[in-house]
């Protein structure tokens, strides 16, 4: 189901149900007397989401737009293991701001910061919550055949610390990983020629000129 919405805002709606029977997901067991875990894959489970996506763009002035997209949705998880119902049930979320101004001479500055909520990582497991941030700004002479552009990725974080959160029948356990996250790099794009003939098409007739007698 979707629902739009245009005038000087522009709004998008989308709200979707979907059903997953015996998919395969990470299931934990721990094992005391070795103090050991152990996780395999398994296609038992069944899993079902909720959810709805939105983008929304307002234009403040003519040099400033703003933007928000992303989505929310209920993850219903359920499986078996050992005998026992486990059940993973989660409330998620992603959301994307962003800003783009539009200075004179065709130079553009964009920022935006993303947050990103806990997820679903198996049948006891999940993600943490993590954010993230973009600067980059552009320029375009010759007529925009040429243009130079330049961006930072994450410059306030310079690793991201990955958390997995297992629960499980009996234990709990925790996975760090720690990826580096901040990135930058430097562009330059020419455009070469431009295309001036025009593609014609000529329609030819056919003509009968036998006379029927």
């Known amino acids: 189901?979707?629902?739009?919405?245009?005038?000087?805002i522009s709004l998008n709606l989308g709200l979707g149900y979907s059903f997953f029977n015996k998919i395969d997901l990470?299931?934990?067991?721990?094992?005391?007397?070795?103090?050991?875990?152990?996780?395999?894959?398994?296609?038992s489970s069944k899993a079902s989401r909720l959810g709805?996506?939105?983008?929304?763009?307002?234009?403040?002035?003519?040099k400033l737009t703003l933007s928000v997209n992303g989505n929310?949705?209920?993850?219903?998880?359920?499986?078996?293991?050992?005998?026992?119902?486990?059940e993973n049930n989660l409330f998620?979320?992603?959301?994307?701001f962003s800003a783009n101004y539009q200075f004179v001479n065709n130079?553009?500055?964009?920022?935006?910061?993303?947050?990103?909520?806990?997820?679903?990582?198996?049948?006891?497991?999940?993600?943490?919550?993590?954010?993230?941030?973009?600067?980059?700004?552009?320029k375009r002479i010759l007529d925009n055949q040429l243009s130079f552009s330049a961006y930072i990725n994450n410059p306030f974080n310079k690793f991201r610390n990955g958390v997995t959160e297992i629960n499980g029948i009996d234990f709990y356990q925790s996975n760090?990983?720690?990826?580096?996250?901040?990135?930058?790099?430097?562009?330059?794009?020419?455009?070469?020629?431009?295309?001036?003939?025009?593609i014609k098409s000529t329609r030819r007739k056919m003509q009968n000129n036998d006379l029927g007698n």
């Open 1 to 8: 189901m979707n629902y739009s919405y245009n005038n000087k």
């Open 26 to 43: 990470k299931v934990s067991t721990y094992d005391p007397a070795t103090n050991i875990t152990r996780t395999t894959f398994e296609n």
């Open 52 to 62: 709805l996506d939105y983008n929304l763009n307002y234009p403040v002035t003519k």
């Open 72 to 86: 929310s949705a209920f993850f219903f998880i359920k499986g078996k293991l050992d005998g026992i119902e486990v």
């Open 92 to 96: 998620t979320y992603y959301i994307y």
């Open 107 to 138: 130079w553009n500055i964009n920022s935006s910061i993303d947050i990103n909520s806990k997820m679903p990582a198996g049948l006891q497991s999940t993600t943490n919550v993590f954010t993230g941030s973009s600067f980059s700004f552009s």
């Open 176 to 198: 760090y990983v720690r990826d580096y996250y901040k990135s930058f790099g430097f562009n330059v794009t020419y455009k070469f020629g431009k295309l001036k003939d025009e």
